[in-house]
């Protein structure tokens, strides 16, 4: 890494390593970037779509709203993905239009009736999830009482595991289930069990405790269950937030779907987001500003870190020039006119970080590059492809994967 002056005589710094993208061939490592960088790793989405097709012992799909790229969505498929769990008509629409031979699953448990049509009508879904009587009856108006549908009855489990509680706004109540499994059971051709356990579940237990749930409630309904979808909430790495591998959550779930009362035929479906696109992203930033401990960068709450500012969460940091400093903790701001726009972290950085430096922060493709915004004109930088491993990874294991070590080397 190297500064020199530009043409306004300002202290320039270009980022650091070798680093061309594999897609427009430009050398980014000799770059300037003024706005954030997105980089992009669709190998490694393969690699962790291809984990779940060929160690999960049923139907994997994916859950868009984690992170809608249509690119993403192509790497995912080359990856053996084939099923997608959609929450809006958007969704539906974009994957349709992005992988016209993917299957879709309308897995939200509340939706407008007009959607419900168009997805059925339009784009042929024929997979509903629903908590509620009304839900119930609203699908069944919409798709003119149709005899081909998959209902999926959402239940109500704990988030106890997991750090991204998903257990209160969704989700039938023990004592709502036989009913209402009763009343799909008649309007479906195939009746399926569904369930969130929480985002980044940091225990496997959280998904057999709530096969416990679906157990309790196949008895106490006494319905026969064609598919049990166990959700979303496998984890990634981040600091401080270290799970055991999913090799050891897929177990759990094996076993606690081989004793539930159901059929040899019953099918075994999960809808992960997080764990097939965290890795998948990562953004370069500019420190525009230093005031002691904090940094002042370039993206912010608006932009990919809305999890770093609203939620606490971290993520992995990495200086993009050499240094032989000590770390210690920084908090960043990002670049917009408020106070809420701040991320406490800690991010452990080199203590002689100084403005014009580059920073890259790791596993922002769940989420984060999702919620991005352009509020305040800010965060609408360029994307580039690059083939290295990402920051950390849950896959590295595996063959075919970097040989980055599953736990992550920086801050
Ligand atoms: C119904 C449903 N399925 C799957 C997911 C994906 O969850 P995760 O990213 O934790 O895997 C979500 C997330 O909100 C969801 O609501």
Not at 83 to 93: I, T
Not at 176 to 203: I, K, N, W
């Amino acid at each position: 890494m190297y500064s020199h002056h530009n043409a306004l005589g300002l202290a320039r710094r270009t980022l650091a390593g070798q680093r061309l993208c594999t897609a427009c061939g430009a050398d980014i490592a000799n770059t300037s970037p003024v706005q954030p960088v997105m980089l992009l790793r669709p190998h490694v989405a393969r690699a962790a779509a291809r984990y779940f097709v060929e160690h999960f012992h049923g139907t994997t799909l994916y859950a868009v709203k984690a992170n809608p790229s249509p690119d993403l969505l192509r790497a995912l498929w080359l990856g053996g993905i084939r099923a997608f769990d959609v929450a809006s008509l958007a969704e539906v629409r974009l994957v349709a239009e992005t992988l016209p031979g993917a299957r879709l699953a309308f897995m939200h448990p509340v939706k407008a009736e007009e959607a419900i049509a168009e997805a059925y009508q339009a784009y042929g879904v024929r997979i509903f999830s629903l908590d509620s009587h009304d839900e119930l009856a609203k699908i069944m108006r919409a798709t003119g009482n149709a005899p081909d549908l998959t209902l999926c009855v959402r239940i109500a489990v704990s988030s106890e595991h997991a750090k991204l509680s998903l257990a209160t706004k969704f989700g039938t109540l023990p004592e709502e289930l036989p009913g209402l499994l009763m009343a799909a059971r008649q309007a479906a051709d195939a009746l399926g069990l569904c369930f969130h356990v929480g985002s980044q579940t940091m225990a496997p237990q959280a998904y057999s405790h709530a096969l416990e749930r679906a157990r309790a409630a196949i008895v106490a309904s006494g319905v026969t269950v064609d598919v049990v979808d166990v959700g979303g909430g496998f984890p990634s790495i981040y600091p401080g937030m270290e799970p055991e591998a999913l090799g050891g959550y897929f177990e759990v779930i094996h076993k606690g779907f081989e004793d539930l009362p159901i059929s040899y035929s019953a099918e075994l479906w999960c809808e992960p987001g997080r764990a097939l696109s965290a890795e998948y992203s990562s953004l370069i930033v500019r420190v525009e500003k230093r005031r002691g401990d904090e940094l002042y960068i370039n993206d912010g709450a608006y932009g990919a870190l809305f999890d770093a500012a609203h939620i606490g969460w971290r993520f992995p940091v990495k200086l993009l020039r050499a240094s032989g400093a000590r770390v210690q903790a920084f908090s960043f701001y990002g670049p917009t006119c408020d106070d809420l726009d701040h991320m406490a972290g800690p991010f452990m950085l080199p203590e002689d970080i100084a403005v014009g430096d580059y920073i890259e922060i790791g596993m922002l493709g769940a989420y984060g590059a999702a919620m991005r915004t352009g509020f305040n004109g800010f965060g609408m930088g360029e994307t580039h492809i690059v083939s290295d491993a990402p920051m950390a990874s849950m896959y590295a294991d595996d063959e075919g994967v970097s040989a980055l070590p599953r736990q992550h080397k920086t801050g």
